[in-house]
């Protein structure tokens, strides 16, 4: 009458050694793979970083030598003077300035 037949479910849920193996080496490949996705990802990321900031540093050192220079002949009294005579208009005492005026 009623005859003892296993579930189809319970069949579904006993897997053979081989086959827990084969997925247990294949989630293990995927976890690798991802990993080394991942990695060489960032990898990239970094190096892309890398330029940028190495083009930053050339542009900082070329702001730097300009400013340098400026520092450096700011402390130059000639140019000093050669920027007040250009500037201000200044002369020096005995001098005699000359302004050019246009008429109308």
């Not at 005859?3 to 294949?26: D, E, G, K, V």
Request: glycine letters at 2%; a positive charge.
């Amino acid at each position: 009458m009623a005859t003892s037949r296993p579930r189809a479910t319970s069949l579904r849920l006993r897997r053979s050694p081989q086959t827990w193996l084969a997925l247990a080496a294949i989630a293990t490949i995927c976890f690798i793979a991802f990993v080394f996705i991942s990695r060489q990802v960032e990898i990239a990321r970094r190096n892309r970083r890398i330029g940028d900031l190495t083009s930053a540093h050339v542009i900082a050192l070329d702001e730097q030598s300009a400013l340098r220079e400026q520092l450096a002949s700011a402390d130059d009294l000639d140019a000093i003077e050669l920027e007040a005579r250009k500037r201000l208009g200044l002369v020096l005492p005995g001098e005699v300035k000359i302004v050019f005026v246009e008429e109308p």
